[in-house]
Nanobody, 128 residues
Framework: QVQLVESGGGLVQPGGSLRLSCAAS????????IGWFRQAPGKDREGVSC????????YYADFVKGRFTISRDNAKNTVYLQMNSLKPEDTAVYYC?????????????????????WGQGTQVTVSS
């Protein structure tokens, strides 16, 4: 059974850090680009970051550049999102997603429609 499972969310104070994990089962992440998305209440889903499968290229939304870092550990079949300097506006449910193709990833990594598999999400709340 193909499955993506996110973990690592929680409640953190502004300025704090969290590391989200996206673990795959039933397939190998080696051949998939992995994206992180988030959705806050009442808002549209938005792309946060992505890492390619071919050469490990990374992409970030402007609102997280310099604060978030995406990485992958193919041996553990897991992708991580290190989130530092968290702000209240980062509060959302965070999802990871897998895309079998790297084609045009640099221009379209934040288009959710290109991803085949999605996790159930993990809640991140940034509040004092």
């Amino acid at each position: 059974q193909v499955q993506l499972v996110e973990s690592g969310g929680g409640l953190v104070q502004p300025g704090g850090s969290l590391r989200l994990s996206c673990a795959a089962s039933g397939f190998s992440l080696d051949y998939y680009a992995i994206g992180w998305f988030r959705q806050a209440p009442g808002k549209d889903r938005e792309g946060v970051s992505c890492v390619s499968s071919s050469d490990g290229s990374t992409y970030y939304a402007d609102f997280v550049k310099g604060r978030f870092t995406i990485s992958r550990d193919n041996a553990k079949n897991t992708v991580y999102l290190q989130m530092n300097s968290l702000k209240p506006e980062d509060t959302a449910v965070y999802y990871c997603a897998a895309d079998r193709s790297d084609y045009n990833l640099g221009y379209q990594w934040n288009r959710g429609i290109r991803y085949e598999y999605w996790g159930q999400g993990t809640q991140v709340t940034v509040s004092s």
